[in-house]
């Protein structure tokens, strides 16, 4: 990546924005020419883009999908999920996941994270297999926080998702990252690691499942299933090109917010605020929430207003809050969602930008 890309510098009295695409002059450049070579529609660019996405990550099949939602759509159809069949999943989870469920008239099964963690307690995940018996578990890196599926003893004959959108292109030791699943999403977002503006990869080693999810899709199987409905889900070429490049650039994209992310790090140490990363060598810090016991969110939110800061909730609402639990069955979790604060961590950032960032965290009360 250009170095202007990630060194952009800035006067210190301009406001640092919570969030900004990492676009370069190539990102741009491939999807000028797919619009002048007036590819609209799903063609070779998007097939291209799939295909570099199974190769570099080393995955059999590789779908794309317009949306987060309609991945998870067409996942758990695929896994045959449907009415009253019960999906657990995190408080923390994305908002889409639930939606899917909602949409395949499922129930969701809510699980609190652990204390000073972003990932689900295993204490209550145990607790809610035995009491709901669910018929698919969806796992995610919240974060980018890697989680570890082996440390939660998932009984077999439960079929589990892995949704990987927060630790793409991270290398473990411990975790082989978006191959803990039957099948795993990963999310092409704008606040994802990666981007295509909106939109999702669907990836699976199973040849039986892969043909199940482009018999979905509309115009991406040749084979016909009768009275199957197909969703016109598809990727746009102009976006897979976009894709393409960011790809390309990966690598210096993830090193860029571990070096920004290992100054925040420090910070906090030599703070009174707190953050859960348990892995920071192999997490990749797709968003870095800080929580601050002391004050009111308002309060720190105005804080950072005040030094021209960007932050950000750390989910818009959590599920738990969405599907109306009661808040004191899940204290970890409304814990984060009144305390936390995520803080700007994409790769634009100038030297200056995390410096002031990073005196920010330690000055706070």
Do not use: W
Request: hydrophobic residues 40%.
């Amino acid at each position: 990546m250009a170095a202007d890309l990630l060194e952009r510098t800035q006067k210190k009295n301009i406001a640092i924005e919570y969030l900004k695409p990492t676009l370069s002059k190539e990102d741009i450049k491939g999807v000028l020419e797919c619009l002048v070579d007036d590819n609209l529609s799903t063609g070779l660019m998007v097939e291209k883009f799939e295909k570099l996405f199974s190769t570099t990550f080393r995955f059999k099949h590789t779908l794309s999908m317009n949306s987060l939602t309609s991945a998870y759509h067409i996942a758990l159809q695929t896994l045959q999920i449907g009415a009253g069949d019960k999906v657990l999943l995190s408080s923390l989870a994305p908002i889409q996941a639930l939606d899917a469920i909602f949409l395949l008239k499922a129930t969701p099964i809510i699980v609190d994270v652990a204390k000073n963690s972003f990932h689900m307690d295993k204490e209550k995940f145990q607790s809610a297999i035995q009491d709901f018996n669910p018929k698919l578990i969806i796992l995610d890196h919240t974060f980018g926080c890697i989680l570890d599926a082996s440390e939660y003893s998932i009984p077999e004959g439960i079929t589990c998702i892995e949704d990987f959108s927060e630790v793409i292109g991270a290398t473990s030791e411990r975790v082989t990252v978006g191959k803990q699943g039957t099948i795993s999403i990963c999310s092409l977002q704008v606040e994802s690691i990666i981007t295509t503006g909106n939109g999702a990869m669907v990836v699976t080693n199973d040849s039986a499942l892969n043909q199940s999810l482009r018999s979905m899709v509309s115009g991406r199987s040749k084979v016909s299933v009768v009275e199957q409905a197909k969703y016109d889900y598809n990727l746009i070429d102009y976006q897979a090109a976009l894709g393409i490049e960011q790809l390309s650039k990966i690598g210096v994209l993830l090193d860029r917010k571990k070096k920004i992310a290992q100054s925040y790090l420090q910070a906090v140490s030599s703070s009174r605020i707190e953050t859960y990363f348990s892995h920071p060598i192999e997490d990749t810090f797709n968003r870095f929430p800080i929580v601050v016991s002391s004050g009111s969110y308002d309060e720190t939110k105005r804080y950072f207003e005040s030094i021209h800061i960007g932050t950000s909730r750390i989910i818009e609402e959590p599920l738990h809050s969405i599907l109306e639990l009661n808040r004191s069955d899940f204290p970890n979790a409304e814990r984060l969602y009144q305390k936390a604060h995520c803080i700007p961590v994409y790769p634009n950032l100038t030297k200056d930008n995390v410096q002031r960032i990073a005196t920010a965290i330690r000055r706070i009360y």
